[in-house]
């Protein structure tokens, strides 16, 4: 990898805290750093040198899987950070900043290769972008990145101005587009699942998949974050992105498609695919949910709308499920099911394939209902694919099958998202990140569901914290004769 500087807008934030500083400090335990690397945390705080490194070591205590024990290796990894005071509207600071930065790269003889990462407010990314261009920060002989978090706009107009903005000053080549979804382990695994095991090659037909479903559930509420929440709704904060990302990933598999790589065209196709929803069809295919008051996991909360910082009034959704086809000829007649909620009653993301019995007719349940086999694909908490054969009823007796999935066999190891995603920004491999058209092709198919929210098409559902959701999501999958599974 080339030697480079990595440039922390946000270095005194919270992202930073739990998430950058411990995954900088896992790929250098793994070796996986340039040899030579320099770290520039910039803030608005008056931090010192030594005050910023203080923070980041603590963060590692706190946050970081692996123990910072070592501290011949902790102070080695330290050693690559300075802080710089940077207000990010001051074209004189950033000045100030590009003369740090070269003098640093004089100093470990290293190349201009410049990696700016925005773990800032998406209010201040175009105003940092136009700076690093005005600055001449980024006008060096290396190459120069741009490593931004979402949301990426709030609805389709705002992310084409933000880009437009962004692309005076990046290309959209050297734009890296975190979706920490696209970081986890098993949604990278994705991409090659059906060709990793005979059986799932096998069964991956569209003669036998019967529906898809794709839950990312969670237990938390709104937490310390009304103020961006409660104009977000869950569809912003996770259907558009991350939701949307888990099936572009898994639709890209066309079996009898034999293009090679780029994995990132194919799922432009599957957008370009997606029927799309107009407004007015929106409520029979889209449930809008807000949470009330419940108890999650034995512990009793309180209503969204009682939550600190939330308008008592507000029609926020804390739930989306909907309905999609891929217009496709391998996809057409295939269902997908999407949803998300925030104080659900437990925490999981996974994707369950439900497959039609082609051969023999299903065998009856007590109930009369079918007994069809599932994959399951556990994304976390935990991974693993399994496969269920002759899925019953709650309780009732089945055979589970794990499909081996190449991951370190020490669970705890499995690298997280923002490790996988800063590796490969740092060594210039795009796979992994949100391309523009990925984005613009999600807002696009997500607008008239904004705008029907934003008319009240679409009723706003209630239901109990703790559960799993509005009863119309289970009814959205009823009126095709199926149902979610492993919903406890
Ligand atoms: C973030 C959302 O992008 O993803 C949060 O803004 C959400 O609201 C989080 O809690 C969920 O991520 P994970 O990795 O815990 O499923």
New binding site residues.
């Given amino acids: 990898m080339e030697s480079s500087t990595f440039i922390l807008f946000g270095a005194t934030g919270d992202l930073a805290k739990r998430k950058i500083y411990p995954a900088l400090y896992h790929l250098f335990v793994e070796q996986k750093l340039p040899p030579t690397f320099s770290l520039i945390g910039l803030g608005r705080r008056e931090w010192s040198d030594e005050l910023f490194r203080a923070n980041v070591k603590q963060s590692l205590l706190q946050f970081s899987r692996r123990e910072a024990k070592d501290p011949a290796l902790l102070n080695a990894f330290l050693r690559a950070f300075r802080y710089c005071i940077l207000d990010a509207g001051h074209i004189e600071d950033y000045r100030k900043l590009l003369r740090l930065i070269e003098q640093r790269e004089a100093e470990l003889g290293l190349s201009p290769n410049r990696l700016f990462y925005l773990s800032v407010g998406p209010e201040f990314f175009d105003t940092i972008a136009a700076n690093i261009r005005e600055s001449g920060l980024g006008s060096a002989d290396g190459w120069k990145r741009l490593v931004i978090?979402?949301?990426f706009g709030h609805d389709l107009q705002s992310a084409r101005d933000l880009n437009r903005k962004l692309n005076q000053a990046f290309e959209e080549h050297e734009i890296f587009r975190i979706?920490?979804?696209l970081g986890?382990p098993m949604v990278q695994k994705l991409e090659v699942l059906h060709q990793t095991d005979p059986v799932l090659r096998e069964l991956w037909t569209n003669r036998r998949i019967a529906n898809v479903q794709i839950t990312?559930n969670?237990t938390?509420g709104v937490?310390e974050?009304a103020g961006?929440?409660d104009h977000?709704g869950a569809v912003r904060?996770?259907f558009q992105?991350?939701m949307l990302q888990l099936l572009m990933m898994l639709a890209v598999h066309f079996p009898n498609d034999n293009t090679s790589g780029n994995a990132r065209l194919k799922k432009k196709k599957v957008m370009e695919v997606l029927e799309p929803l107009q407004k007015q069809e929106a409520s029979a295919n889209v449930i809008r949910g807000q949470y009330k008051e419940g108890s999650v996991q034995g512990k009793p909360v309180t209503a969204y709308t009682s939550e600190p910082g939330i308008d008592h009034a507000s029609m926020n959704d804390t739930f989306i499920a909907a309905k999609l086809r891929i217009d496709d000829s391998f996809w057409g007649e295939t269902p997908f099911y999407i949803r998300t909620g925030?104080r659900m009653r437990e925490?999981s993301?996974r994707i369950v394939i439900e497959f039609k019995d082609t051969e023999t007719p299903a065998s009856p349940t007590k109930d009369g209902s079918r007994a069809p086999n599932l994959l399951v694909i556990e994304?976390?908490?935990g991974e693993g694919i399994t496969l269920h054969f002759d899925k019953k009823r709650p309780g009732q007796k089945e055979q589970v099958i794990p499909i081996p999935v190449d991951f370190p066999a020490n669970g705890d190891d499995v690298p997280e998202?923002y490790e996988n995603l800063i590796f490969d920004a740092l060594r210039g491999d795009p796979a992994f990140f949100a391309h523009w058209d990925e984005v613009e092709l999600s807002w696009k198919w997500v607008q008239p569901i904004l705008e029907a929210f934003e008319e009240n098409l679409v009723p706003l559902r209630p239901y109990a914290a703790g559960t799993y959701g509005p009863v119309e999501s289970d009814k959205l999958l009823a009126e095709d004769g199926f149902h979610w599974w492993l919903d406890a």
């Fill in positions: 978090e979402k949301p979706d920490h979804y986890k990312a969670e938390v937490e974050r961006y929440y977000a904060d996770m992105n991350h925030k925490k993301t994304i976390g908490p998202a």
